[in-house]
């Protein structure tokens, strides 16, 4: 199962980040077959914290498209109706007499099947993972070397850029932004945190795994690293540092501060994972001296001054600025999600020559377009995730699943830290590895039983046998 996941895995990031009808059509058709298969399958129990948290999320995001009549509208959300009169003619000449509370119900249609289809996606991924021995390492496995094909092409197209994406697809707009398959090199950033975190795990997971099953000394762990058997945890290193130095190049600084939470977590899960202080040595001095390398091939210099320039967050203030009347408009039922874009141009923006799409902070946007009505949904949601991944990380498992789990854990932290100044979720192929990592965070480790059966069907499979 692992390959068809990092197949579309793949596919959500190489088709330019699924943002286009095409891409993210595609990707929904594989998320469906496979929720089908996976149904087929899985055994249904009964829905916990986090299913029942998002159902209310769902009904929320659903009472969002349901037309109301005008009376029941103007007492829920009384700026709607002068925000619609002023763009809608039907509404305003009174040939209209119910509406829905988004101000653009097929946008939020849109983004409520984004959801839907996120969540199916984590729980396939999570579904197979309890069910399947081996299939996170699998699957982590898969993304290291996904992570370096697109760190990679990301580092060569920004060596030899001609304007086009992946050298032969011209966008919309043109690419002046652009890092990799993605036009905005904040959303590769954004990619790159939740890919190399992962990775970070998986590698840690490998070095744990070993260390755990004998006492070794120095020596006999740089003997074992010299070794046949250590020659993948050298090429995942390899791998990371090469996905590092790619979110490095790409002078994203909501990237860069991301990816810098999520190593300071990681580090943090190693002192306190390890028991051995040779463990605890290896492993954050990796993460440090991974990091302290890569900012010196940089440049501090270089980094310094573009952490100066804050020409692009003083664009950002003036934005969250100008979207704070509509969240005073619309803060109960909320604009509608995905309809940030429509909803400004009923108001005033200090920089008029702009038209924004996006807020370029996910809280904020969710807050304007959501209002109370989801923004409390999403809370108890996020409370649930949250609270669940503690749990696991507390439950019995092997060394492997549990740094994989903690990988994707600080994953998640990083771009939450990004999303204060971006919108990197709100690209599909973001999401769908966003979704991956909520699944492999959340996921029951498999029991004991179903690993031993596992070990011993593959040791008396007719081809081992053979």
Same mark, same amino acid.
């Given at each position: ?7 579309l895995?793949? +596919? @959500? ?25 996976t ?6 129990g009964?829905?916990?914290v986090?299913?029942?948290?998002? @159902? ?13 009549? /005008?009376? $029941? ?17 039907a509404?305003?000449?009174?040939a ?18 984004? #959801? ?16 399947t021995?081996?299939?996170?390492r699998?699957?982590?496995?898969n993304i290291?070397?996904l992570g ?18 992946? +050298?032969f ?5 043109y690419?002046?932004?652009a890092? @990799?398959p ?14 190399l975190?992962? =990775? ?11 260390a755990?099953?004998r006492?070794?000394?120095? /020596?006999?762990?740089?003997?074992w ?7 993948? #945890? #050298?090429? !995942? ?11 490095? +190049?790409?002078?994203?600084?909501s ?5 810098g ?5 990681? !580090?943090?899960a190693?002192?306190?994972r =390890?028991?051995r202080? $040779?463990m605890r040595?290896a492993l ?14 940089r440049g ?11 020409g692009?967050?003083e ?5 969250w600025?100008?979207?704070l ?5 619309? +803060?109960?039922?909320?604009?509608g ?10 108001y ?22 959501g ?10 949601? #996020?409370?649930?995730v ?10 019995p498992?092997? %060394? ?13 932290c990083g ?5 204060l100044? %971006?919108?990197?979720?709100q ?8 979704a991956?990592?909520v699944?492999?965070a959340?996921?029951?480790?498999? &029991?004991v ?5 596992? /070990?011993?069907?593959r %040791?008396?499979? &007719? %081809?081992?046998?053979?």
């Amino acid at each position: 199962m692992s390959p068809v996941l990092t197949s579309l895995l793949a +596919w @959500g990031v190489l088709s330019f980040g699924a943002v286009y009808p095409w891409g993210y059509g595609t990707l929904a058709a594989g998320v469906a077959i496979c929720a089908l298969w996976t149904a087929r399958q899985a055994a249904l129990g009964r829905p916990g914290v986090v299913l029942s948290s998002l @159902g209310l999320l769902i009904l929320a995001c659903a009472a969002q498209i349901i037309a109301l009549p /005008r009376g $029941t509208l103007e007492q829920l959300s009384p700026h709607i109706s002068q925000f619609l009169s002023g763009v809608d003619i039907a509404y305003a000449s009174g040939a209209v007499n119910r509406h829905a509370l988004s101000i653009d119900p097929s946008q939020t249609i849109l983004a409520l099947g984004f #959801i839907f289809f996120g969540f199916a996606w984590a729980w396939v991924c999570a579904s197979v993972a309890r069910r399947t021995g081996g299939f996170t390492r699998a699957l982590a496995r898969n993304i290291v070397a996904l992570g370096l094909l697109v760190a990679v092409i990301g580092l060569a197209q920004k060596a030899t850029f001609n304007g086009k994406l992946l +050298w032969f697809w011209e966008p919309m707009s043109y690419a002046t932004n652009a890092f @990799g398959p993605f036009v905005n090199r904040n959303h590769f950033a954004g990619w790159m945190i939740l890919a190399l975190m992962l =990775s970070v795990g998986y590698l840690f997971g490998r070095f744990s795994s070993r260390a755990a099953s004998r006492e070794s000394t120095w /020596r006999d762990h740089l003997l074992w690293i010299g070794s046949p058997e250590g020659t993948p #945890i #050298i090429l !995942t290193a390899v791998a990371i540092a090469v996905m590092a130095c790619s979110l490095l +190049w790409t002078m994203s600084r909501s990237g860069i501060a991301g990816a810098g939470a999520a190593v300071t977590i990681l !580090t943090a899960a190693a002192v306190y994972r =390890s028991n051995r202080r $040779t463990m605890r040595v290896a492993l954050a001095g990796y993460l440090l001296l991974t990091v302290a390398g890569l900012v010196a091939w940089r440049g501090t210099d270089t980094l310094f001054a573009w952490y100066g320039n804050t020409g692009t967050l003083e664009w950002r203030f003036d934005l969250w600025k100008d979207t704070l009347p509509a969240l005073e408009d619309f +803060w109960m039922t909320g604009s509608g999600l995905n309809t940030y874009d429509t909803l400004m141009l009923g108001y005033p923006r200090t920089h008029m020559t702009q038209m924004p799409r996006e807020a370029h902070n996910d809280y904020l946007q969710l807050a304007v377009e959501g209002g109370l009505l989801v923004c409390i949904p999403v809370l108890l949601l #996020i409370l649930s995730v949250g609270r669940t991944i503690v749990r696991r990380l507390k439950q019995p498992q092997d %060394e492997m699943t549990w740094w994989i789990r903690m990988g994707a854990a600080a994953g998640i932290c990083g771009i939450a830290v990004q999303e204060l100044t %971006e919108f990197s979720l709100q690209i599909p192929g973001v999401a769908l590895l966003f979704a991956t990592c909520v699944a492999l965070a959340v996921h029951e480790p498999v &029991p004991v039983q179903s690993r031993r059966r596992n /070990r011993t069907a593959r %040791e008396t499979s &007719p %081809e081992l046998a053979a």
